[in-house]
């Protein structure tokens, strides 16, 4: 693999130069809410900007297994590879990792116990929960709304270079 090739699938082509404390920084996305009802479904809208959460076992992302990346479906920013993802049983699309820099957390406090919520950093779209109770190595739970996804094959990548 080339110098541009994997700059392009790691999503360095699209970083700017950040603060002396980050090597890399995601620049961001603003977008007014007009755009993003045009750019977006109506159940991406309520998943990416309302944060809301689809129905366990009805994204087709639960059954895919091909090699390739999952990039955010507000921006097109590669959030995971195939090879971070694993079969959680709960329903929705599962990684045990994530790109670096290409997600950021808060505390949720909708239910009874607070949860750490996780959004793209590009875009601030809201793509799901991590939980503590993934495989190894990290033994978290990146627990995705396969709406706020799009999955693109390897083969689909390497063609674009």
Request: charged share 30%; hydrophobic share 30%.
């Amino acid at each position: 693999m080339n110098r541009r090739t994997w700059i392009q699938r790691t999503g360095l082509g699209s970083l700017a130069m950040a603060t002396t404390t980050k090597l890399w920084a995601v620049e961001k996305l603003e977008l007014a809410d007009k755009v993003w009802r045009q750019r977006l479904t109506e159940a991406q809208y309520y998943i990416l900007r309302d944060e809301g959460t689809e129905s366990p076992r009805s994204s087709p992302l639960n059954d895919e297994h091909r090699a390739g990346e999952y990039h955010c479906a507000g921006c097109d920013l590669p959030l995971f590879t195939s090879e971070m993802k694993y079969e959680s049983g709960t329903g929705w699309p599962s990684f045990f990792t994530h790109i670096d820099e290409h997600l950021e957390t808060k505390r949720d406090f909708k239910l009874i116990w607070p949860r750490t919520e996780y959004h793209c950093a590009r875009c601030d779209g809201h793509q799901g929960h991590v939980f503590d109770d993934g495989p190894k190595p990290t033994g978290e739970r990146w627990c995705n709304n396969g709406l706020a996804l799009r999955f693109v094959p390897r083969a689909e990548l390497e063609s674009a270079t």
